[in-house]
């Protein structure tokens, strides 16, 4: 790691968390444990490895990043906002009436979202749409996206995976949010797109799986995805509700917010957390 060490990462990723859990419990609504567990993978992406600036977040030549698992948006909105799209007093007026922050992406009201997302499966369309006109246009900007585990049972991703293969879409990179688990229970339990990685290879996709909580394996396999001639997806297995002990591994917390006593818990072990960086 140079430029922003690894340990700076990690406390970004720690400032990130703490975002959502305020975010969530604001709102009194929303989805805390998928946020939580791809915060390594957009902390890596906003604040060290994609070319973009909060201050021209409309600039024709910056990558491009589409959340699409939409749901997740809580941990879009406290990376943007701690890379400084917007203050972070916004994130507590999250799914509130009028407020910039809605429960899905907006790419109209949000600067820094470029894609507005939520019907799962079409992120990842859109992802590949935007890499074929940089394809067309000669740019040399990345596009990356970030699916869930349960939205992959969507049809429309392996019509969306087909068509990257075919058409060398090269700039683009997918990570799959490999946590195990969906709303109504475990992947296997619902309908397990296992092995994800040998279904993207016959699509004719680059694959890479890592530990998607190690920023070091995501540097690697992004290294790895710039060398390729083809799509890469990058299958991350992560903790579901990571960071906060009681939502590790938990189901119940894909979509609920916690009540005060919990938000307080929360709050002190991700603070706690904090301070192991300081």
């Known amino acids: 790691m140079d430029e922003i060490t690894k340990k700076e990462l990690e406390k970004i990723a720690c400032k990130v968390r703490i975002g959502i859990i305020e975010g969530v419990h604001a709102a009194k609504s929303g989805h805390p444990g998928g946020s939580l567990s791809c915060a390594e993978i957009l902390t890596y992406l906003y604040f060290k490895h994609m070319n973009i600036n909060p201050k021209n977040p409309k600039d024709e030549n910056r990558d491009r990043f589409v959340l699409s698992k939409g749901h997740a948006a809580p941990v879009l909105y406290s990376v943007l906002a701690n ?13 509130h009436i009028g407020a910039m922050l809605q429960g899905h992406p907006d790419m109209k009201g949000i600067p820094g979202v470029d894609m507005s997302t939520g019907s799962l499966g079409q992120g990842i369309s859109a992802a590949c749409g935007m890499a074929l006109s940089a394809k067309h246009f000669g740019k040399n900007f990345n596009v990356y996206t970030v699916l869930g585990d349960g939205e992959i049972e969507e049809g429309q991703v392996w019509e969306a995976a087909m068509f990257a293969g075919n058409k060398g879409l090269s700039n683009l990179v997918a990570f799959v949010d490999f946590n195990n688990l969906q709303i109504d229970g475990t992947i296997d339990e619902v309908n397990s797109a296992k092995p ?17 909580n190690d920023f070091e394996q995501i540097e690697n396999a992004l290294k790895e995805a710039e060398n390729s001639d083809k799509p890469t997806a990058i299958i991350a297995s992560t903790v579901k509700g990571k960071g906060v002990s009681y939502m590790e591994n938990a189901v119940n917390w894909h979509g609920a917010a916690p009540n005060d006593e919990l938000y307080e818990q929360a709050i002190k072990e991700l603070k706690a957390q904090l301070e192991t960086f300081n």
Do not use: Q
Request: aromatic share 16%.
């Open 83 to 95: 890379r400084g799209y917007f203050d972070v007093s916004e994130l507590e007026s999250l799914r």
């Open 196 to 212: 994800i990685d040998k279904k993207f290879e016959a699509f004719n996709w680059n694959t890479v799986c890592i530990d998607g």
